[in-house]
């Protein structure tokens, strides 16, 4: 695939980024729950490719595009139908699904190498480990993305490498309590055939949990990369060298070759990192790591993508650019020098009131908790134009125990957050006639780290006649804000209401309620929102994954069938705060 068989448009380019040596950049560069990046260089189209992980979203691995290392355009994602990877609809427990993935191309495809983790069954049950491949000719279009190729390996963060013999190899992670290291096997990838045992090659420099491995062939060396310290405050990046594939390899002597860890920088959990060139022959590395300063207390977006410059002379090690940081020089950023193609949205750009119009489709950056249930999302059903139709689930967002879903889904979609402040509303119409069926808005982490405020039919609390209340509901490993009711005004019935979550400083969270402005304004001027709820980021700034807003419905375990009806889908970034001390924003 070249550029201009696909019609790229030269464009004119705009003021600062004409500008011949612009080497300033800001982390993240993918802000929002965007962990373990894997990137590539592809030279035809000088233009750069990264993925990352997603555990239980779907659609999963998102692939995004730049040229400029700096705007980074959503172009698809690699798991895009239920049926490539059927067993991600059972997946239960909130840090399993799809762990690190490795993007690489070779002979003009390209591989998606990844892990399906049942992270609720035992280490020692192979079964735990579902090691996948996908593989496309064609980035840009997400339906040519291959159903799974499976491969046995007990253990995750896979990755191929091809050897002089044009035979692939994977390495990867061996669950750590079972037989902790870095192994290696010839595998055949369009098969899934395992061609050799797995071979124990590295077992880092002794710090916890070897993972994250990827193998580079420079100047006759093979560079085993790896992060070593679990993904929180003690992650690093180690590397080790060898002139055979199997080893033996050794260590660098300035490892960790690059870590945030026993700092007092903003961003913490520097690790997992992959290594590129871009065009002008220049090393770039990028990693996931964690905007919670040294408290390490509050981190809604988890593990986000960040960038940084690398210099790797012949026969040397690689040397970081570290401690990364918000705002970072490196070497000259490549120049936008056509328009990516496709659609989809950067990956910093907010959603401006969202209209689902009449036969467009749900937006690509949308996403599930595990594979929705198709027919509970329309987007301008009849009679309803300029919505989007949610059915109920049975379930409400905790699901079942053990964050287990079940057939009939969690109807829910949202977005990342993606920036530190921001506001998020929608407008819910929505007349609910059975107890117990609830439409409304979440802050979510996990089936059991989230808060949410929906528009509830329920009993009052002297246990009348059901009425309308707003319903709120926390859930987290640490004391959250008390459920709590509140009756929709009297007035308020039978309107169409402005449900909206809002970043009231770098902590904390507000739920709020209003009814709707009519479309056009002539309604007059709404009454002052009324506050649900105040909630810290600190009960969603937990495990493997980030923040998603979004929309829910749930008939709380009853009957109820009652569709809502959202519109006006806003979502808007006020700022990153990308420091500690000065509280940049930008
Ligand atoms: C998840 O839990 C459900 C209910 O216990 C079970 O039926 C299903 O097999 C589990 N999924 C996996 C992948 O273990
Ligand atoms: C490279 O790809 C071409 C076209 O798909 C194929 O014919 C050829 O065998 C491949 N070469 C190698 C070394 O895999
Ligand atoms: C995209 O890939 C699908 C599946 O391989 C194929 O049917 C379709 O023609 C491709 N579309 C384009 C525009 O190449
Ligand atoms: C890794 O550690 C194990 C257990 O200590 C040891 O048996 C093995 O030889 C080590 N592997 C390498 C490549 O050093
Ligand atoms: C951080 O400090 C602890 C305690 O001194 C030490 O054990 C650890 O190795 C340090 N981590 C890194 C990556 O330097
Ligand atoms: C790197 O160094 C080796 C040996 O010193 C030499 O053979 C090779 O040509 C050099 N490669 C480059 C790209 O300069
Ligand atoms: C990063 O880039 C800067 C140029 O702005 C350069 O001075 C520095 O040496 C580079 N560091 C590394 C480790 O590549
Ligand atoms: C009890 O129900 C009545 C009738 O719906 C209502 O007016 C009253 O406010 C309720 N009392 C409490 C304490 O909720
Ligand atoms: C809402 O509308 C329905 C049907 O139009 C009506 O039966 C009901 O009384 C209305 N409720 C309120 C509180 O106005
Ligand atoms: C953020 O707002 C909350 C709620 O108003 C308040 O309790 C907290 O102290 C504020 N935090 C900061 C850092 O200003
Ligand atoms: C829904 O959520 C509540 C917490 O508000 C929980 O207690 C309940 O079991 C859930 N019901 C169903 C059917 O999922």
Redesign the pocket.
């Known amino acids: 695939m070249y550029f201009l068989q696909l019609g790229f448009a030269f464009v004119a380019l705009p003021g600062p980024v004409a500008s011949q040596f612009l080497t300033a950049f800001y982390n993240p560069i993918i802000p929002g729950f965007h962990p373990d990046p894997s990137c590539i260089h592809v030279p035809e189209e000088d233009t750069f490719y990264c993925a990352s992980s997603t555990f239980n979203v779907f659609p999963g691995i998102p692939i995004y595009a730049s040229q400029d290392l700096t705007s980074w355009r959503l172009v698809g994602h690699v798991l895009n139908r239920a049926s490539q990877l059927p067993d991600l609809a059972i997946s239960n427990g909130s840090t399993s699904g799809i762990w690190a993935p490795t993007l690489r191309r ?4 390209f591989y998606l190498v990844t892990t399906l983790v049942h992270d609720k069954r035992p280490e020692q049950d192979p079964s735990r480990w579902d090691n996948i491949v996908f593989e496309t ?1 064609d980035l840009w279009n997400e339906s040519s993305w291959s159903d799974a190729v499976h491969f046995k390996f007990q253990g995750y963060d896979p990755s191929p490498v091809w050897d002089k013999d ?1 035979e692939s190899y994977v390495v990867g992670a061996h669950a750590y309590r079972v037989e902790p290291g870095i192994h290696l096997a010839k595998v055949d990838l369009k098969t899934g055939e395992v061609k050799s045992d797995w071979t124990n090659v590295w077992n880092g420099t002794g710090g916890l949990a070897p993972e994250g491995p990827h193998i580079y062939q420079k100047d006759g060396y093979y560079y085993l990369l790896a992060a070593e310290g679990g993904t929180s405050e003690d992650h690093m990046v180690t590397i080790a060298r060898s002139k055979n594939l199997y080893g033996p390899y050794d260590n660098d002597p300035s490892n960790p070759v690059l870590t945030n860890a026993n700092s007092t920088n903003y961003f913490q959990a520097v690790g997992h990192a992959d290594l590129f060139q871009d065009g002008r022959g220049n090393w770039w590395g990028v990693a996931l790591s964690v905007r919670s300063g040294p408290e390490y207390k509050t981190f809604p977006m988890g593990r986000e993508t960040v960038l940084t410059n690398v210099t790797w002379s012949n026969g040397s090690w690689p040397v970081f650019n570290g401690p990364i940081k918000g705002a970072m020089r490196g070497w000259q950023l490549p120049r936008i020098i056509q328009d990516l193609p496709g659609d989809g949205p950067f990956a910093h750009e907010g959603d401006e009131d969202l209209e689902f119009s009449p036969g467009s489709k749900i937006p690509p950056h949308f996403i599930y908790w595990r594979p929705p249930i198709k027919e509970n999302y329309v987007v301008s059903p009849k009679g309803h134009p300029n919505t989007l139709q949610l059915k109920p689930s049975k379930l409400n967002l905790t699901g079942l125990d053990g964050n287990t879903g079940g057939p009939g889904g969690q109807t829910f979609v949202g977005r990342r957050q993606s920036d530190t402040l921001f506001d998020y509303n929608v407008d819910i119409d929505f007349q609910p006639t059975v107890p117990g069926e609830e439409v409304g808005i979440t802050l979510f982490l996990s089936q059991n780290h989230h808060a949410r405020m929906g528009i509830a039919l329920l009993p009052s609390t002297n246990n009348t006649k059901p009425s309308l209340q707003f319903s709120f509901h926390a859930i987290s490993y640490i004391p959250v804000p008390s459920s709590l009711t509140v009756p929709v005004p009297d007035g308020w019935h039978n309107r169409t209401l402005t449900l909206s979550l809002e970043t009231l400083n770098t902590t904390h969270y507000s739920f709020n309620a209003n009814i709707a402005v009519a479309p056009g304004g002539n309604g007059g001027k709404p009454p002052k929102p009324i506050r649900i709820a105040t909630v810290p980021g600190e009960i969603i700034s937990w495990g493997f994954t980030g923040a998603i807003v979004g929309v829910y419905a749930t008939a709380n375990g009853g009957d109820g069938t009652t569709p809502a009806y959202v519109s006006r889908w806003n979502y808007r970034g006020w700022g990153q705060v990308r420091d500690n001390w000065d509280g940049l924003l930008a």
Do not use: D, F, L
């Open positions: 070779h002979n003009g495809t000719k044009g």
